[in-house]
């Protein structure tokens, strides 16, 4: 087959990327120690870590540990609070020309809205990505992420504070029906979602007898949760083809961002990788390149949900 010139711009529920691989949330802060190792706008755009309405401490250590082909983490979302981000981490990413999109979080429905009031006026904030996995502290017995109420509740009044800009729903793969809570997200305003957000798990150090994270319990990341990661937006795609999706869940190689797109993800976001390999995130849109054009492929727009089911 003829190589093809290969166009990386992904238009992504109308916002145009260079290419389409992202960082994601939680595991490139705000982009500074990961610019010792690449050019931030070599990359999609940069999906910072999640911030909320006042500084979060975060749970305590031991927050992290290795697991076969992944990592669990229980950090608590730690941040400074998005009034330092609108002023610290905000204007650095704008002056290294990253596409910034913005991770927020929240314990209640006011709190999410509140944070996203203050970026409506933030310059330079591309999207918001709302990170509704968070316990809701309305409903003690759900994340939001586990009902489709709540998660209306969240994307609605989000949307309705920031309604310029695109804005994705981070969603749990810990649920009964990903389906049901997606559309519950779509119909509330979402212009696209994340698929997928962490999977619970847990890891015991057999010698001491006691749990490896000080929280018990953790969010399971990396390669070990991509087939996971590639139902899912395969399921939800065939459901909702006309909303896009960002592809997130053990993306370590461009074929791995790659089956995720064919899955029907508009763009990937690399994660856990970063930990491996900071320069992943590049090296995965090179590989991107090199399949289109070994492969005649002259579009991202062509991968996207192109699996072939029969003959």
Not at 41 to 64: C, E, F, H, Q, Y
Not at 156 to 163: F, M, R, S
Request: proline share 5%; aromatic share 4%.
């Amino acid at each position: 087959m003829p190589r093809t010139k290969a166009d990386l711009t992904t238009n992504l529920a109308g916002l145009e990327l260079r290419n389409p691989v992202l960082v994601a949330s939680g595991t490139f802060g705000a982009g500074r120690e990961g610019s010792n190792f690449i050019h931030l706008n070599d990359i999609g755009g940069v999906i910072v870590k999640s911030m909320t309405l006042t500084a979060w401490r975060g749970k305590p250590t031991p927050r992290v540990c290795e697991t076969p082909s992944g990592m669990l983490n229980a950090i608590g979302i730690q941040n400074k609070g998005v009034d330092h981000f609108i002023t610290e981490d905000l204007p650095w990413l704008v002056k290294k020309n990253a596409t910034v999109v913005a991770s927020i979080a929240g314990n209640t429905v006011e709190e999410f809205v509140k944070v996203a009031d203050k970026l409506r006026t933030a310059s330079g904030v591309a999207a918001v990505e709302i990170n509704i996995s968070c316990p809701n502290l309305e409903d003690r017995n759900n994340m939001f992420a586990h009902s489709p109420e709540a998660t209306a509740a969240v994307i609605g009044g989000v949307k309705k504070a920031i309604p310029r800009i695109p804005v994705f729903a981070k969603l749990s793969p810990n649920v009964t029906s990903l389906s049901e809570i997606a559309s519950a997200a779509a119909e509330a305003g979402a212009d696209g979602l994340s698929l997928i957000n962490t999977l619970m798990g847990m890891s015991i150090d057999v010698e001491s007898r006691r749990p490896k994270l000080a929280g018990t319990y953790g969010g399971l990341s990396g390669p070990a949760i991509r087939p996971v990661a590639v139902q899912a937006i395969h399921e939800v795609h065939a459901a909702f083809p006309h909303v896009p999706i960002i592809g997130q869940g053990g993306v370590m190689s461009a074929l791995d961002a790659i089956e995720l797109m064919l899955a029907g993800a508009s763009a990937v976001a690399v994660g856990t990788a970063n930990f491996v390999d900071p320069t992943a995130s590049v090296k995965i849109v090179a590989g991107i390149a090199e399949y289109m054009a070994r492969h005649g492929i002259a579009s991202t727009a062509e991968i996207v949900g192109a699996v072939k089911l029969e003959g």
